[in-house]
Structure formats: C-alpha cells, structure tokens
Nanobody
Framework: QVQLVESGGDLVQSGGSLRLSCAAS????????MSWYRQAPGKERELVAR????????NYADSVKGRFTISRDNVKNTLYLQMNSLKPQDTAVYFC?????????WGQGTQVTVSS
C-alpha cells in the first residue's frame, strides 16, 4: 500500500533553514506528481509546493516563493523540501501528498516550529 513518511521537522530560529524529506513506497514514485502541504494550528491545510513526476516542473505558494525549493530523487523514492529564510508564520505541520487513482495519500506529518 502507499506509504509516505516525512522527517526533518525541528525547532529553528527565524532566518534559519531546514530540509524536509518524504520517503515514499508502495507505488511507482517516478510516475506521480508530489506535493508538500502544511497546516498551522486553527488553519486549513494549504498547498506549499508541487513537483511533477520528472522533477522538471514546480509550483509554489506565493508565501514561500524564493525561500523554499521542492525537489525529488526518483532513484531513492524521496521527496524533499528545502526551506530557507524561515519565518514564524512558517510554523506548521508539514505533510507530503500524492494523488493516485483519484485518491489522496498523506504522510503523518512533521512539525516545523520557527521561533522569533
């Protein structure tokens, strides 16, 4: 079955950097687009970044453009999110996501906390 396992979340100071990883299994990773979402307390889950199956096409939320970079390694079946210049408003649980046969699949999430 599809499994997505995020890691890399941590407590970091404003202006710092983190790299999140999402290990994927149970499907042909290289065939599917992947996304990162985040959910802050009391807020709806929002799309942060998306990457196509090849890794050549990416899209970002306006709030993270120029600071975050999504990438993937189709040999290691792993999705990444490099986050630089972190701000307190980036504090959230970050989830990786894929859509397969009309279904959404989510990992358990990893907590990112940015202190001011």
């Amino acid at each position: 079955q599809v499994q997505l396992v995020e890691s890399g979340g941590d407590l970091v100071q404003s202006g710092g950097s983190l790299r999140l990883s999402c290990a994927a299994s149970g499907f042909i990773f290289s065939s599917y687009a992947m996304s990162w979402y985040r959910q802050a307390p009391g807020k709806e889950r929002e799309l942060v970044a998306r990457i196509d199956n090849s890794g050549y096409s990416t899209n970002y939320a306006d709030s993270v453009k120029g600071r975050f970079t999504i990438s993937r390694d189709n040999v290691k079946n792993t999705l990444y999110l490099q986050m630089n210049s972190l701000k307190p408003q980036d504090t959230a649980v970050y989830f990786c996501n894929t859509q397969r046969r009309g279904n959404d699949y989510w990992g358990q999430g990893t907590q990112v906390t940015v202190s001011s």
